[in-house]
């Protein structure tokens, strides 16, 4: 049997936390072995807010070590930055000249964010036609994200149809959005009813970063907003977020049942015992990332080595379908 095709991206927006974790990253470095697998730091997509330029190089690299130190390995994944494969920017202008303005201005994200900004730029609204390029470039059947990212991955279906449809059945792959059952959505641990965000991350209290000190952790988990009762168990209802935010960053920390987590916050005295037990899971999940990660990030020849090898491996896939999208679309191929 044929493995299945993964392709997946993350900005390098700023510090990665634990939502980008257990919503994306981890799930990642599990189907590591199973699956042939594209993992990309979207330089470019980085820029369609503005981004201070040596601050963008510097979270690039650093988000390749994390990745790496998450438990990427280069020899069961191609792990590269975008702007180093020079076919997604063109795939993007040759897509977005097949889709139409509507599909794009009915994206949640670009609401949400053009929301924010004083003034909207182009690329923000261009984002989905980028993302979709990345992915149908390799042929990618599946993308593991988190839900934020779902309607963007529905979006890149329509285009690959879309361009199929104009030029050759079954020329892209219609991939699939593959969502985590736990994790897909981690909320801000000041503000339940939000997602924990990079753009955020510099709040105090709003996210656990991956890099942060275990003094750190701990005062983030212990100020997290919950609500004024003491039981502790999964729960739907509005006013419990805060405590089912928690609860599901424990279970999928653990990788143990709803009601073994339930279980082992039976004879907890309060919401203080669940906040320390989860604090303590995580410190012990991120010391051996960080170990890893300051290590990589003192070897900056052996980082450019392997991001060298991956950029190499993505054009080898990447170029040729690009060329035959443009022979399709009718330009012309220099000699
Ligand atoms: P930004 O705030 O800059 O938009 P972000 O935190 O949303 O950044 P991205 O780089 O956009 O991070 O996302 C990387 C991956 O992490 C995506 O698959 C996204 O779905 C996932 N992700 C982001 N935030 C969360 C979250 N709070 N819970 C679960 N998954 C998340
Ligand atoms: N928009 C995504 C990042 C991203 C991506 C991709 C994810 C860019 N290209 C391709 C999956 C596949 C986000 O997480 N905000």
Redesign the pocket.
């Known amino acids: 049997m044929t493995k299945p095709i993964v392709f997946?991206g993350?900005?390098p927006?700023?510090n990665i936390?634990l939502?980008?974790y257990?919503?994306?990253v981890k799930n990642w470095v599990a189907g590591q072995a199973q699956k042939i697998n594209y993992f990309c730091v979207v330089d470019l997509h980085g820029l369609t807010v503005p981004q201070d330029p040596n601050d963008l190089r510097f979270q690039t690299r650093s988000l390749a070590a994390m990745l790496l130190a998450c438990g990427l390995d280069p020899n069961q994944c191609t792990l590269f930055i975008q702007s180093h494969v020079t076919a997604h920017a063109e795939a993007s202008w040759l897509l977005n000249c097949i889709t139409p303005l509507g599909w794009l201005q009915r994206m949640t994200q670009f609401k949400d964010k053009s929301a924010k900004q004083e003034s909207v730029l182009t690329g923000l609204l261009d984002y989905p036609v980028l993302m979709a390029g990345d992915i149908i470039l390799y042929d990618a059947n599946e993308v593991p994200?988190?839900?934020?990212?779902k309607q963007h991955v529905e979006l890149a279906r329509d285009i690959a149809q879309r361009f199929n449809s104009l030029y050759e059945e079954e020329f892209f792959i219609i991939p699939e959005p593959v969502i985590p059952e736990i994790?897909?959505?981690?909320?801000g641990l000041d503000d339940p009813t939000a997602?924990?965000?990079?753009?955020?991350a510099h709040i105090r209290g709003h996210a656990i970063r991956l890099l942060d000190e275990p003094k750190e952790i701990e005062r983030s988990f212990k100020r997290a907003v919950t609500d004024s009762g003491n039981e502790i168990q999964f729960s739907d209802a509005p006013e419990k977020a805060g405590v089912n935010n928690l609860l599901g960053i424990y279970k999928a920390l653990t990788g143990k049942s709803k009601a073994e987590c339930e279980a082992d916050f039976a004879q907890a005295r309060g919401y203080g015992d669940l906040k320390k037990r989860v604090a303590e899971v995580t410190i012990e999940t991120l010391a051996p990332i960080q170990n890893r990660y300051h290590r990589l990030m003192d070897d900056p020849t052996e980082l450019d080595r392997l991001l060298a090898q991956g950029a190499e491996q993505a054009r080898a896939i990447a170029t040729p379908k690009l060329d035959r999208m443009k022979e399709m679309m009718g330009l012309v191929l220099p000699n």
Request: proline letters at 0%.
């Open positions: 997946s993350i900005q927006t700023g936390h939502g980008n257990l919503g994306a994200v988190g839900d934020d990212q994790g897909a959505r981690v909320m997602k924990m965000s990079k753009s955020s």
